[in-house]
């Protein structure tokens, strides 16, 4: 069914014919099972507006159960079914009136499925194909992370071809092939939801390489070209999706260990391509110095940076605005994740420029408190609408906590609250509140 199946069927027909029938009587089995509750609440997050009473608590569920079969130690599949479902505590919806609660057991959908084919043909690459996660993956998630941003954290898969050239012990060449409609209709459902979820804002794919190296002592390096396609979503509030975009972006990721306890990371990546009829290009990148105090009390350490990302400047006919690629989840924020739907659509990061900086404490092997500040601007101003005020370029301050509990290997839990304080950016100055308890059990 569909282009994914195809060639994910194709992969176990080369399997089959790799293999001798032998090999299948020696096939080693693995499962395991997933479970993450969560509790969260939200205030003000999408206008910074008390009035308009969108304010919500829900109760989210998410449970996976997961299989790989080992036909040898270079060939392998892995399978994974996740239902993910809300209950809704309060929901005042601005458009009706009410308030109230809603739930629904949701679906069950193919969350990943993918073929392993190690030194593939006995040369020095290793395939993956079919829908696999990218998670922790590339540099930091700054370019690719999240390939169905639309359904929040229900899933993150890619329909994705992977090739790892392992050039030598130090470097690796991936090339990457993803494609990923704006729906989940390349697979099966199983009670599918109504309306369905919206995976993305429309029809994305992409192709490109990714480069690591770990040749040079204390540095680690990746390097990347990706180019990506998105259809477009004719959609009037689309700030930034709405027309077809061929997008080119180049850059590079680095971290140096200085000294035993001081790190310096950075990216940096341009873009260049079409929006529209219109021409496109973009600038993205930070910086952090980081700090590690492992001999003091409670194993303190900080970081201080900067980030930047483009945003278009609606006097010209370019489209300056960045575009996060495959990076629509919370980079640096659960709160703000949301809250920049004023300027695009939910995880659209661009226009925005900010001074970060954190502290973390571990009074114990399994505790540890973070702490963040975040600094706010944007690049541009943007006109005038219900929610940006277009008079200034401060977005605000946004202080961030959470306390991480490890109970023991298999379970997890942590309590976060974010604390937006909006600038001038803002026609409403409203403060917004981001609270998340969260159990996770991995088995």
């Not at 992977?162 to 092939?177: E, G, P, R, S």
């Not at 180019?227 to 061929?246: D, H, I, L, P």
């Not at 991480?404 to 974010?418: C, F, G, M, R, S």
Request: charged fraction near 25%; hydrophobic fraction near 35%.
């Amino acid at each position: 069914m569909k282009k994914l199946l195809v060639v994910f069927v194709g992969a176990i027909l080369l399997l089959g014919l790799l293999l001798p029938v032998s090999a299948f009587a020696k096939i080693d089995y693995k499962w395991g099972w997933y479970e993450r509750a969560r509790y969260e609440f939200w205030k003000n997050l999408f206008d910074t507006n008390n009035d308009t009473k969108d304010n919500r608590g829900y109760f989210w569920f998410k449970t996976s159960v997961w299989g790989q079969a080992d036909f040898s130690k270079d060939i392998s599949v892995y399978a994974k079914l996740t239902n993910s479902n809300k209950a809704y505590t309060y929901w005042y919806q601005s458009a009706s009136g009410k308030k109230g609660y809603r739930y629904d057991i949701n679906e069950v959908f193919v969350d990943n499925l993918y073929l392993d084919l190690k030194d593939f043909l006995q040369l020095p690459v290793d395939l993956r194909l079919g829908r696999q996660d990218f998670l922790g993956t590339y540099g930091e998630g700054f370019i690719l992370m999240d390939g169905t941003p639309g359904d929040g954290s229900r899933s993150f898969y890619f329909n994705a071809a992977k090739a790892t050239w392992k050039i030598d012990k130090k470097n690796t060449l991936d090339f990457l092939y993803m494609n990923d409609p704006r729906d989940d209709d390349n697979l099966p459902i199983i009670n599918k939801q109504s309306p369905e979820n919206v995976l993305a804002s429309s029809h994305e794919w992409a192709s490109g390489l990714y480069h690591k190296n770990d040749a040079f002592k204390n540095l680690h390096w990746e390097n990347y070209y990706l180019y990506k396609g998105e259809k477009g979503t004719s959609a009037a509030g689309a700030a930034m999706t709405r027309q077809t975009t061929r997008l080119s972006t180049i850059g590079s990721f680095a971290k140096y260990n200085f000294a035993p306890s001081w790190a310096v990371r950075a990216q940096f990546a341009g873009q260049f391509g079409s929006y529209g009829d219109n021409k496109r290009q973009g600038l993205g990148g930070y910086a952090y110095l980081d700090k590690d105090f492992k001999d003091a009390k409670w194993s303190p350490s900080a970081s201080i940076g900067y980030l930047y990302l483009s945003g278009d400047d609606t006097k010209t006919t370019r489209n300056e605005g960045w575009d996060p690629i495959f990076s629509r989840w919370p980079w640096i924020s659960e709160l703000y994740v949301l809250s920049i739907a004023a300027d695009a659509e939910a995880g659209y990061w661009t226009n925005l420029n900010a001074v970060r900086a954190s502290f973390v404490l571990r009074p114990t092997s399994k505790t540890k408190l973070s702490l963040w500040y975040n600094y706010l601007r944007a690049n541009e101003n943007t006109a005038s609408t219900t929610v940006l005020s277009g008079t200034g370029k401060t977005r605000g301050h946004l202080p961030q906590a959470r306390l991480d509990y490890k109970i023991n290997k298999n379970i997890n839990t942590y309590v976060l609250a974010e604390y937006l304080i909006p600038g001038n950016f803002y026609a409403k100055k409203d403060q917004a509140l981001f609270c998340r308890y969260e159990l996770e059990l991995k088995f």
